[in-house]
């Protein structure tokens, strides 16, 4: 797939540079928008990288960043909710980690409205690295090497904002839009097979209604909606934001780039297949009195469900879960 190679300067708005890129951005997607005060550089990648990495900002120095968002899977977690420190079990499925840049809220519930709010929620909930961030930057400081970096990134020493700028830049170079599907949207008609193809008519048309939720270059609307959850969820999903009754149950709509690799699935890892899935929706979900209106048994037969996973699965960028430029050691 033909791409343009970006690299950010001190601006909102990536500009065309270099061979060394820090972020790769296909020409279909719109253009990247980055905070006017956390312009992309090197340095601040480089920090950032090293710091999603680095156990040190957990309290027991056992749990990174990385340690549930894992780039095979797409910086998804395989574990139905992650596992924080000392065994403390999550109470959500941590979701994968690409195209954030495009993102208007994180969370499964948008309780972040920026990535750099988005960063600060792991390192401080005592599910899962249960530290200060006063005591983050403590570490930090007491290590030559990163009091350097902050001063190259930053022109600071370590300090809390430096903490989640740094990691927010690193994340925002996550760039995903090289599957088959990509190739086919470009005049590759061989990339999908005929089975892909029928997928994805169906998945864009009126029959399964999955584009209404699931559009555009990201898959995605960005919105909130209840999908068919069990009555008896006790997560509130978007309400406990919104304090409203009638957004109970409401999750934000997940990208379905790289679907096939970010099992399972739903807010709260109870899917365990694409198969799954698909079943979900056929069936018109669990009977939650909050449903979406666009969710209502499907009956779709079985060459439809499996069309559909097959297609599904031909969103996966094979390139983006092996790019060394998201693994440590650079």
Not at 15 to 42: H, I, Q, W, Y
Request: with cysteine; proline share 6%.
């Amino acid at each position: 797939m033909r791409t343009l190679t970006l690299l950010v300067l001190a601006s909102t708005l990536l500009s065309a540079c270099g061979s060394d890129e820090l972020v790769t951005v296909p020409k279909s997607f719109p253009k990247m928008k980055v905070p006017a005060d956390n312009a992309l550089t090197r340095e601040r990648v480089d920090l950032g990288r090293r710091l999603f990495f680095d156990p040190r900002l957990s309290r027991t120095q056992e749990i990174a960043c990385a340690s549930c968002h894992d780039q095979k899977g797409a910086f998804a977690d395989p574990r139905r909710v992650s596992e924080g420190v000392e065994g403390r079990q999550g109470t959500r499925n941590a979701p994968p980690l690409f195209n954030l840049a495009w993102n208007k809220s994180f969370f499964w519930d948008g309780g972040a409205p920026t990535l750099e709010h988005q960063v600060t929620g792991p390192i401080v909930n005592p599910l899962e690295m249960d530290m200060r961030m006063e005591d983050v930057v403590s570490r930090l400081a007491a290590g030559a090497s990163y009091v350097h970096q902050f001063e190259a990134a930053y022109d600071q020493k370590p300090s809390p904002e430096g903490v989640t700028k740094a990691i927010a830049s690193f994340m925002r170079t996550m760039v995903s839009g090289e599957s088959r599907y990509d190739r086919f949207k470009e005049g590759e008609k061989s990339a999908l097979s005929e089975s892909e193809k029928r997928g994805m008519d169906l998945f864009f048309s009126e029959r399964a209604e999955c584009f209404h939720c699931h559009v555009g270059f990201n898959l995605t609307n960005n919105g909130f909606h209840n999908n068919g959850a069990r009555p008896d969820d006790p997560d509130l999903g978007r309400e406990r934001i919104t304090e409203k009754e009638s957004d109970r149950g409401k999750f934000k709509v997940p990208s379905l780039r790289n679907v096939a690799v970010t099992a399972p699935y739903m807010h709260d890892g109870s899917l365990e297949t694409l198969e799954d899935v698909v079943e979900h929706y056929s069936k018109g979900g669990e009977g939650h009195p909050n449903t979406d209106p666009t969710i209502h048994p499907l009956e779709l037969t079985a060459q439809e469900k499996a069309d559909l996973v097959a297609f599904l699965r031909s969103l996966t960028d094979e390139a983006f879960l092996e790019d060394p430029r998201f693994q440590p050691g650079r």
